[in-house]
């Protein structure tokens, strides 16, 4: 069975830098697509960013760009999310989740999630 921990969140001030990190047991990272989604208090859950398992195509939502960046290492099984230049709006609970082919930016179609993980950006 796949599983996926997400580590790194925690509060920040707005302008500061997080690192986010999904490590993946039960299964070969290279096999999976992988995304970040983010649920904040009282919205749905939105898609993040989203990179491909073949040949690491990756995917930003607009309001991310240029911010955030998203990383895979297959050696070590691990996802990665650099966000920097954060903003109070980008406070959530921020998950990871993958699924056997092309990126898919809509959660049901995600097979395996993990626990999340709490930003918290402050102004």
């Known amino acids: 069975q796949v599983q996926l921990v997400e580590s790194g969140g925690g509060l920040v001030q707005a302008g500061g830098s997080l690192r986010l990190s999904c490590a993946v047991s039960?299964?070969?990272?290279?096999?999976?697509?992988m995304a970040w989604f983010r649920q904040a208090p009282g919205k749905e859950r939105e898609v993040v960013s989203g990179?491909?398992?073949?040949?690491?195509?990756?995917y930003y939502t607009d309001s991310v760009k240029g911010r955030f960046t998203i990383s895979r290492d297959n050696a070590k099984n691990s996802v990665y999310l650099q966000m920097n230049s954060l903003k109070p709006e980008d406070t959530a609970v921020y998950y990871c989740?993958?699924?056997?082919?092309?990126?898919?930016?809509?959660?049901?179609?995600?097979?395996?999630w993990g626990q999340g993980t709490q930003v918290t950006v402050s102004s």
């Open positions: 989740a993958a699924r056997r082919g092309l990126i898919r930016l809509n959660g049901y179609e995600y097979d395996y």
């Open positions: 039960g299964g070969s990272l290279s096999s999976y697509s």
């Open positions: 990179i491909s398992w073949s040949i690491g195509s990756t």
